[in-house]
């Protein structure tokens, strides 16, 4: 107690310490292992709606392809009438974009909220949209792969970039803190285990499907794909998502 009480003293208001761990106190019972059941109302054997909302965010951020740009850069831009030479190159630079773009993020989550920066969904529907034009409406050369002209190619060069920030500045970091703190303490190990499940297997869904996509819609179809997931998922962060900031993990509610 005394432990726990001089380190939320160091984090916070001295004066609130010893209110704050009984908070904490109450909403943890000793006696209760953490459970999968918790995760049900016990009424309708259903899953929480918060637990849902974890699971969605979770899946979502996976859904608008941005690990597609990640695993198979090169073969994208390859794809795209680029060479080899240029689709590695453009491959690094959109990785080096992206870290910027979350570093931005790391220094504005505690500044303007968690939620507010789910406007980044808008910027990748739009720039994945543009993409999905680009490659859609080029012609195949004799060696299968698309023909871009310069300006087009420059086209699909910036758009690509463009979501690549915005997905930095929102979906990529914010889903995760945003995941870390949403559950109640009650719930928060097996919500956070499930979310996790989520994620990962809809990583490894959109990753095994992105070579069919290619072979069967193309480069724009795939994108068009993922531009209508990008604009879902800005739809669920408005209409779904709740602020944490500013909120103990005591406070959250289910």
Same mark, same amino acid.
């Given at each position: 107690?005394?432990?726990?009480?001089? %380190?939320?003293?160091?984090?916070?208001?001295?004066?609130?310490?010893?209110?704050?761990?009984?908070?904490? &106190?109450? *909403?943890?019972?000793?006696?209760? &292992?953490?459970?999968?059941?918790?995760?049900?109302?016990?009424?309708?054997?259903?899953?929480?709606?918060?637990?849902? #909302?974890?699971?969605?965010?979770?899946?979502?951020?996976?859904?608008?392809?941005?690990?597609?740009?990640?695993?198979?850069?090169? %073969? $994208?831009?390859? /794809?795209?009438?680029?060479?080899?030479?240029?689709?590695?190159?453009? =491959?690094?630079?959109?990785? @080096?974009?992206?870290?910027? !773009? *979350?570093?931005?993020?790391?220094?504005?989550?505690?500044?303007?909220?968690?939620?507010?920066?789910?406007?980044?969904?808008?910027?990748?529907?739009?720039?994945?949209?543009?993409?999905? #034009?680009?490659?859609?409406?080029?012609?195949?050369?004799?060696?299968? =792969?698309?023909?871009?002209?310069? !300006?087009?190619? +420059?086209?699909?060069? %910036?758009?690509? =970039?463009?979501?690549?920030?915005?997905?930095?500045?929102?979906?990529?970091?914010?889903?995760?803190?945003?995941?870390?703190?949403?559950?109640? =303490?009650?719930?928060?190990?097996?919500?956070?285990?499930? /979310?996790?499940?989520?994620?990962?297997?809809?990583?490894?869904? #959109? *990753?095994?499907?992105?070579?069919?996509?290619?072979? *069967?819609?193309?480069?724009?179809?795939?994108?068009? $794909?993922?531009? @209508?997931? !990008? /604009?879902?998922?800005?739809?669920?962060?408005?209409?779904?998502?709740?602020?944490?900031?500013? +909120?103990?993990?005591?406070?959250?509610?289910?």
């Amino acid at each position: 107690m005394a432990q726990a009480e001089a %380190v939320l003293a160091r984090l916070s208001h001295p004066a609130d310490a010893a209110a704050k761990v009984q908070k904490i &106190r109450a *909403t943890l019972d000793a006696n209760h &292992r953490p459970r999968m059941q918790d995760l049900f109302i016990q009424t309708t054997k259903r899953l929480h709606p918060i637990v849902w #909302v974890g699971i969605a965010i979770a899946a979502l951020q996976q859904l608008i392809g941005i690990n597609v740009v990640f695993y198979y850069g090169e %073969v $994208l831009w390859r /794809a795209g009438g680029f060479s080899a030479a240029h689709a590695l190159l453009i =491959n690094v630079i959109g990785g @080096i974009i992206n870290v910027s !773009a *979350t570093m931005a993020a790391i220094l504005l989550i505690d500044k303007i909220g968690r939620k507010p920066l789910f406007i980044g969904s808008l910027g990748m529907a739009l720039f994945l949209g543009i993409l999905a #034009v680009v490659f859609g409406t080029a012609e195949v050369g004799s060696d299968g =792969n698309l023909v871009l002209g310069d !300006a087009a190619g +420059r086209i699909a060069l %910036v758009s690509a =970039n463009l979501y690549s920030v915005c997905f930095g500045i929102s979906w990529g970091p914010v889903m995760w803190v945003l995941l870390g703190e949403m559950f109640p =303490n009650r719930i928060r190990g097996a919500a956070l285990s499930l /979310a996790g499940l989520s994620q990962w297997g809809t990583n490894f869904l #959109v *990753t095994m499907t992105f070579p069919i996509l290619l072979g *069967t819609i193309g480069l724009g179809g795939a994108y068009s $794909l993922y531009a @209508i997931f !990008a /604009a879902i998922s800005g739809i669920c962060a408005w209409k779904f998502i709740r602020e944490t900031k500013g +909120r103990s993990l005591e406070q959250m509610e289910l």
